[in-house]
């Protein structure tokens, strides 16, 4: 595994392809408060590209273009929580998407274990371990070289798993299912932003 870093914002000519792995590390889980740091992606190739967003610099015109690319299909494991950070942060509507955690719900009824460990390890073969680093603070100016492996394992099995769960919504006929629940995800990340978490149509 390769991993490029940079600072701000993906280098100008890069093409990771018309499929793309993406995760993003934030000060904490509420995106109006806390940050976007960091924004990692892969190509499915084995390497990881981290755009640390340093300096409270969010214009990124690059990975702000890719994110938003039509023609380019985005990979993504919880992607309501990603899309709602990067929506506020970055002013981009992130789309189209590929969601892991919903094709694994759709399919994987048989259990409740969807986390990516979960899926990685039962799906893949993948003995995978994560470190301490999820706790560690990505608004640092430097990130040490434990995070950066960190992040870069987040995107490096997606590609492997979308194919996977995609065979397995074929076999079950839920293909469309899916593809309406991840067109969906972007206006849910809205939703979200606006103010409105709970199922917009309980009674």
């Not at 190739?45 to 340093?54: E, K």
Request: with cysteine; glycine share 6%.
């Amino acid at each position: 595994m390769t991993i490029h870093y940079y600072k701000n914002d993906l280098p100008d000519g890069l093409d990771l392809g018309p499929v793309v792995a993406v995760d993003g590390e934030m000060m904490g889980l509420n995106p109006h408060r806390d940050r976007l740091c960091l924004v990692q992606l892969s190509s499915g190739d084995g390497n990881a590209h981290l755009v640390h967003l340093v300096d409270r610099d969010f214009s990124a015109p690059n990975l702000r273009k890719l994110l938003g690319d039509p023609k380019v299909l985005k990979i993504f494991h919880v992607a309501r929580t990603d899309l709602a950070v990067m929506k506020h942060w970055l002013n981009v509507r992130v789309a189209p998407v590929f969601c892991t955690k919903v094709a694994a719900r759709l399919v994987r009824t048989y259990t409740d274990k969807n986390g990516m460990k979960d899926l990685i390890t039962n799906m893949l073969g993948v003995e995978f371990v994560k470190g301490v680093q999820q706790t560690s603070d990505w608004g640092a100016v430097e990130l040490t070289e434990d995070q950066k492996v960190y992040a870069a394992d987040d995107v490096l099995y997606l590609h492997q798993l979308k194919d996977k769960l995609t065979e397995l919504l074929q076999r079950e006929n839920r293909m469309e299912l899916a593809k309406a629940c991840f067109d969906f995800l972007p206006y849910r990340a809205e939703l979200d932003l606006g103010g409105w978490p709970e199922d917009m149509l309980g009674y």
